[in-house]
């Protein structure tokens, strides 16, 4: 079989199009191949799809394909152009890449699924002998055209947080599907705007079709749900994840103080034991058991600030939201009538957003399918060495997190039969 016929094979090229000559050189490992057409080929305008006769040509261009044997291989042809009369004139689709591409359909998959596998634009571009900008434009092609291929469908379930994009406090909203666990939306900073743009975004049954928001307690993004979702008040629940952050950073402060006060008499009860606070009492490692016991038995301020944590963790048990509201009520007149002064904040912190803490008794939902997203999320950036850039940060997040169909469609012509 003569090469032109292999590669015609290869390549699935049909008619019009043929293999018109191909160069092996093996001194610089490279494979190239002409393709041409029959001259009295009829073709579609790419806008409207009239059958046209063919103009003249655009200059040649040769896309990247999958490599022959270790040799590169690169596809040349000079594409038709139409002249229609409704669009003017236009280069027609052809059917091994799409337009403005520098690679075949069957490469740039390749390349989408190495970089899906790497996670790095470094290792992709290293393993497909590609340039650091000829990847990332094939990342950049993918995300444009699955987002572009999303439809629009309706999420019960949100999940609202934010991802540092770089120390200093400078951040980036995230919006999840909680069911689907996909990244819906990314925008910059933490403001009520910035969540606001994905309310916007989309039309009036998809707003009544949520049926509830987690996030924490963020002011600007409780503002922005209320504004634009309907019957939002009983549809935020505050992250209950967050809220016992909340109270185990109080606890931390306790033991902060406490551990001052006792270290000015000599006293250093507390060394070292600031992350066994931390711990609930089953998920406690054995080998701190015993010291923990002995803490718990000193009288120490930090454990009774611990255990008002430990009991906080029954409001999450609750069904009904009379007695969730009855049991945080009594915890935070507890909190507060202990004399340590974090609590006592902790505890009006969580009475001033009560409403919105005891709508988990209804809805049970958390912001951990968003937590688990935020982990890949950081993965994604520490293996770049993170981004400079802000759109690229999203870029990313979309390719891995997104949940698109990124792969270039196999079936383009702009010829007619």
Request: hydrophobic residues 40%; charged residues 30%; aromatic residues 10%.
């Amino acid at each position: 079989m003569r090469d032109v016929e292999l590669y015609a094979q290869i390549l699935g090229i049909q008619s019009p199009w043929f293999v018109g000559n191909v160069v092996l050189q093996t001194e610089t490992g490279r494979v190239d191949i002409w393709l041409e057409h029959e001259p009295r080929a009829v073709w579609r305008c790419p806008e409207c799809g009239r059958e046209l006769t063919c103009r003249d040509h655009a200059e040649e261009r040769v896309w990247r394909h999958l490599d022959t044997c270790q040799f590169k291989t690169f596809i040349h042809a000079r594409i038709p152009r139409v002249e229609c009369k409704d669009h003017g004139v236009r280069q027609v689709s052809v059917p091994w890449a799409e337009p403005g591409s520098r690679f075949t359909l069957l490469m740039e998959r390749m390349i989408i699924d190495v970089i899906s596998e790497c996670s790095t634009i470094e290792g992709a571009r290293k393993l497909m002998r590609i340039s650091w900008d000829q990847t990332w434009g094939v990342m950049e092609r993918a995300v444009k055209r699955g987002r572009a291929r999303k439809e629009a469908r309706m999420i019960s379930y949100l999940g609202v947080d934010e991802k540092a994009f770089r120390k200093g406090h400078s951040y980036m909203t995230v919006v999840c599907d909680l069911m689907r666990g996909t990244v819906e939306y990314v925008a910059e900073e933490r403001k009520k705007t910035s969540l606001e743009g994905f309310f916007k975004g989309l039309n009036e049954g998809q707003l009544n079709a949520i049926k509830a928001v987690t996030m924490d307690m963020w002011p600007a993004y409780f503002l922005a749900a209320m504004k634009c979702v309907p019957d939002a008040g009983s549809k935020i629940v505050f992250d209950r994840f967050h809220i016992m952050q909340h109270v185990g950073e109080a606890v931390d402060k306790v033991r902060r103080q406490e551990h001052r006060a006792l270290m000015a008499d000599e006293d250093d009860t507390l060394k070292g034991s600031k992350y066994l606070w931390l711990y609930s009492l089953e998920n406690l490692p054995e080998k701190h058991q015993v010291r923990f016991e002995e803490l718990k038995e000193a009288n120490l301020k930090t454990a009774k600030a611990w255990a008002m944590k430990e009991s906080l963790r029954g409001l999450w048990k609750y069904l009904s939201q009379g007695w969730a509201r009855r049991f945080l009520k009594k915890w935070c007149t507890w909190a507060t009538r202990s004399g340590l002064g974090p609590m006592k904040k902790v505890a009006k912190m969580l009475l001033d957003h009560a409403d919105n803490i005891v709508t988990f008794c209804q809805h049970r939902i958390t912001n951990a399918v968003a937590e688990g997203l935020n982990s890949k999320i950081m993965s994604i950036k520490r293996r770049a060495c993170g981004y400079r850039n802000k759109e690229h940060f999203k870029t990313a997040i979309y390719f891995f997190c997104g949940g698109l169909n990124l792969y270039p469609a196999l079936s383009k012509t702009g010829a007619t039969h």
